[in-house]
């Protein structure tokens, strides 16, 4: 079995020594609170405006995964996001007013209004192939997509997220399995908040740790502080050379907490509230955000400037996104199949 | 022309289009060394090498999921489920991912996959080994569903069905395998979305699917002996159904039989049935008649499996009946 190498978490006498550049470090925190904002954002449109309905899963608390694993990959790499997906499509640039657009069904979405909330992740453009709805089914796909990585001989990895409940599905069990046999660059991150919904993650993996499931395939595994953006960098860029160089598929379990319910109607009063109260204390945006203050990387004028100008961005793709229609009823008959 | 076995026209098929494009790709259980665990894929492993005839543990799920990821990228893979018994394991990534990304991502996503099966009545493999599921896939738009019923068919629809951007379920049928046909050495394709009148006639249309397309053919020549001219089409695509045949060959004998191996409630003779009564009410002559497979479980013992199964001899009764009208 290969050993599980923990990523810690960034210590403020560490940063500086790992050799990120303060862009980079700036970057992943504008990523983090973008991600922060869009999310505040469509909790706003959903509950108090109405402008987007049906399922909606936040991905609030959760923004030091997919801005520290974003920053860690090439504009070529692959990402297979889940419906949990906003996160990762706003920290992969996709276009804001495309995401909003698409959670609120409109014509200029990311999938023309056509996927939804739960799908509004996929944005070929930038490489974010797909977000499914069905938990853990991303992980095979990602498999057969390492696959034609390898055999078209790309300078790319595959990343696929899904959370702690997608370990206990037979797509991780099958995928991971057929990755590992392939031995494809795939990286396999889990973001693990702890909640399958309502299961608590003690009540549904019967094994010691997911990281130590994800090594029983023999395959490089990564523990992250899946709410400090760095770790999580850190593990990725490590997965990702791994992959490179011919000996992936990785696996990556980062562990976080999510601010709310598993989707934006569920109040989520089955977690004990101190436990909610201590991860609250660990807001990863008001944790490395002061890490970076304290180490100078960036002023508190800086970090403000950040702020209102991504404020201004998303009232920008908010107003564009409410402008689109809706698609007209009679193309969807042409939508059926590819041209 | 020479003649072939139906398995041999799909494995030049797949030969060829391996040959033509590095694109295309297999995988599946046991399609190796091997062969297949029918022979469908027999020696392709020696000409292209384990990279593009890829034997995978039995994980039906991932089969078609990883066969739809590498379709994601511009590959062309055909992925092998060995008995259609087997495919619900992977409905998710076939019927709830690959059939619908194309309309669910606006159009940004193809899955040109291509996802080979057969079905094995008739053969004493029991009820978990033999079922003929076509009508699952039909609640499943943007896949397209083909059951060839000749060699010449097999291989010009294989050929067809591999130049599809989106993804085509393949339904083969076991007791086909070694039946021989016409088929030209040369590429051709078969279109999907076209039925084919294997006879012509006046009296009445007999649909036959798959494997009931030569059983219905020796029926209509015993029929013929007693003075009824059947008309027997074959739709070989069963999603999308060429209902404009149908409807005109209804329309010119006012009769119409159903024959398909699968089972009567909900089956595909039912919309077969529903499409006829809809748009060709008027021009029916007497009540349609299905001869299909009896909602069971299949027999395992030989004679009940046989009484169990849809016949020439079956198609022969059902049209004498309806000839009457």
Known sequence: MNDIVTVGTTTPTELKGLGIPDEKLKSILRKMVLARRFEEKVEELYLKMALITGPCHLYLGMEAIAAGAAEALTVDDYVLATYRGHGHAVTRDAPLDKVFAELMGRVDGTCKGLGGSMHAATWTEKKLMLATAIVGSNIPIAAGMGLAVKKKGLDAVVVAYFGDGAVNSGSFNEGVNLAAVWKVPAIFVCENNQYAMSLPEARGVASKSIAERAAAYDIPTFVADGNDPVSVYRAMKEARGICRRGDGPCFIEARTYRMKGHGIYDKADYRPSDEVREWAGKDPIAMFSKLLVDQKVLSEKEYGDMRSTIDNEIEAAVKKARASPYPEFSTLQGMVYPE | ?325
């Open chain 2, 1 to 325: 022309m020479r003649e072939l076995t139906y398995l041999e026209a799909l494995n030049e098929a797949l030969s060829s289009a391996m040959e033509r494009s590095n694109d295309v790709f297999l995988l599946g259980e046991d399609i190796g060394a091997y062969g297949g665990a029918f022979g469908v894929t027999k020696g392709l492993l020696q000409e292209f090498g384990a990279d593009r005839v890829i034997d995978t543990p039995i994980s039906e799920a991932a089969i078609v999921g990883a066969a739809l990821g590498a379709s994601l990228l511009g590959m062309k893979p055909v992925a092998e489920i060995m008995y259609m018994d087997f495919l619900p394991i992977s409905m998710d990534q076939l019927v709830t991912h690959a059939a619908k990304l194309y309309y669910m991502s606006g159009g940004q996503l193809k899955a040109g996959l291509v996802l080979r099966t057969q079905y094995s009545l008739g053969r004493a493999h029991g009820a978990q080994h033999s079922e003929f599921l076509p009508a699952w896939f039909l609640q499943a738009p943007g896949l397209k569903v083909v059951a060839p019923s000749t060699p010449h068919d097999a291989k010009g629809l294989l050929n067809a069905s591999l130049k599809e951007k989106g993804p085509v379920l393949f339904v083969e049928c076991a007791m086909l395998y070694k039946s021989k046909g016409d088929v030209p050495e040369g590429y051709y394709e078969v279109p999907l979305g076209k039925a084919d009148v294997k006879r012509q006639g006046g009296d009445m249309t007999i649909v036959a699917i798959s494997r009931m397309v030569p059983e219905a053919l020796a029926a209509a020549e015993r029929l013929a002996e007693k003075g009824i001219d059947a008309e027997v089409i074959d739709p070989r695509t069963i999603q999308p159904l060429d209902r404009k045949t149908i409807i005109d060959s209804v329309s010119k004998t006012g009769r119409l039989l159903i024959a398909s191996d699968d089972m009567k409630t909900g089956g595909v003779g039912a919309e077969i049935a529903a499409t006829v009564f809809e748009e060709a009410f008027d021009r029916l002559k007497a009540p349609l008649s299905r001869v299909c497979s009896p909602d069971l479980p299949i027999p395992f013992a030989s004679p009940l499996e046989k009484e169990y199964m849809p016949s020439s001899e079956k198609v022969e009764k059902a049209a004498l009946e309806l000839a009457k009208w």
